[in-house]
Nanobody, 124 residues
């Protein structure tokens, strides 16, 4: 079975940094695109970043461009989201997702497997 586990969330001050990790089992990263999404209370689940299986293709939401970086280590079955210059509006539960395609995607509906989420809170 496919399992995704996010980690690395926590409380950080504005301007700080966090690195989220998404570790998969069941070879979930084999020939698969990965996405990071976030959901704040009372809001829809929004796209953050995505990366293709080969890591040659990446895409970011406008709100995080220049601040966040997505990467992956297929040998370790792990994807990462480096978050810098964090803002209070980045506060959300962050989810890692895997789709049944080597391409990345910004669409929630394109993903098959989801992690449990990790809380990121940006506050002074």
């Amino acid at each position: 079975q496919v399992q995704l586990v996010e980690s690395g969330g926590g409380l950080v001050q504005p301007g700080g940094s966090l690195r989220l990790s998404c570790t998969t089992s069941g070879r979930a990263l084999s020939n698969s695109g990965v996405g990071w999404f976030r959901q704040a209370p009372g809001k829809a689940r929004d796209f953050v970043a995505t990366i293709s299986w080969s890591a040659r293709g990446t895409s970011y939401a406008d709100s995080v461009k220049g601040r966040f970086a997505i990467s992956r280590d297929n040998a370790m079955n792990t994807a990462y989201l480096q978050m810098n210059s964090l803002k209070p509006e980045d506060t959300a539960v962050y989810y890692c997702a895997v789709r049944l395609s080597p391409l990345g995607s910004a669409a929630v509906e394109d993903y098959t497997y989801w992690g449990q989420g990790t809380q990121v809170t940006v506050s002074s």
